[in-house]
């Protein structure tokens, strides 16, 4: 049984420039959430799909936007690249239960992530 | 979500028991305590949970006290491979979908 996987795991792009992230849940999974990680921090909440619709959002720019697609993967974009988005990308995956009130298991799933360094 | 409070760093022996404390003075009737732990260059990884009963499960044990304000993870016989950043979170568990608010965490360091 694959667990999250993410693609890919290191790039590297520079200011200006846009880059596209991808996820794919673990199996059985229904729901795929982005979080961003600084160096030394813990992970932030950048947003979560369920149903190809985006459902909750954190505190990041519309340069940050997102897709989920029939079969659950998910793709992070973020445009106009800024220094300070070199970070850790993760992608966590849950199975939804009792929607539309949002009840998720007990865990999420998190995918190795993807390390972007922005020049 | 309630806030939580953790010690920056703690260290353990090898084979000893690793006991992590967590304050969530604030937290309502409705949020559940988990932990999570992330390993240098993984994703984080589920460990267990709780509402207000103390749980177990094949990684660690969760006790909760009985005002809910503060929690302890507890690792029975931490190994070199616990060594990791352990964050206790705090949210509703029906009505926030997958949102974690992560804070700083512990860095638990195991030695030999």
């Known amino acids: 049984d694959a667990g999250v996987t993410q693609s890919p795991t290191h790039l590297i792009k520079t200011r200006g420039q846009q880059v596209t992230l991808r996820c794919s849940p673990k199996?059985?999974?229904?729901?795929v959430s982005w979080y961003q990680q600084a160096l030394g921090q813990g992970p932030q909440f950048i947003f979560q799909y369920y149903e190809e619709e985006e459902r909750q959002r954190g505190n990041f720019p519309d340069r940050f936007s997102g897709h989920q697609f029939p079969n659950y993967s998910s793709e992070l974009n973020v445009n106009a690249l800024l220094l300070g988005d070199s970070a850790l990308y993760l992608c966590?995956?849950?199975?939804?239960?009792?929607?539309?009130?949002?009840?998720?298991?007990?865990?999420?799933?998190f995918g190795e992530g993807s390390r972007l360094t922005v020049l | 979500d309630a806030k939580t409070t953790q010690p920056p760093s703690m260290d353990c022996a090898e084979g000893r028991a690793a006991n992590l404390p967590c304050n969530h003075s604030t937290i309502s009737g409705n949020e559940y305590v988990y932990w999570y732990r992330q390993i240098h260059s993984q994703g984080p990884q589920y460990i267990i949970h709780?509402?207000?009963n103390n749980e177990t499960n094949e990684m660690a044990s969760l006790i909760i006290t009985e005002d809910r304000k503060s929690s302890t993870l507890i690792l029975p016989h931490a190994t070199l491979r616990d060594t990791a950043v352990y964050y206790c979170i705090v949210r509703v568990g029906g009505t926030s979908y997958g949102k974690l608010t992560f804070g700083q965490g512990t860095i638990l360091t195991v030695h030999p």
């Open positions: 709780g509402l207000k």
């Open positions: 199996s059985g999974h229904d729901t």
């Open positions: 966590a995956s849950s199975l939804l239960i009792g929607p539309p009130t949002g009840l998720v298991s007990g865990e999420l799933f």
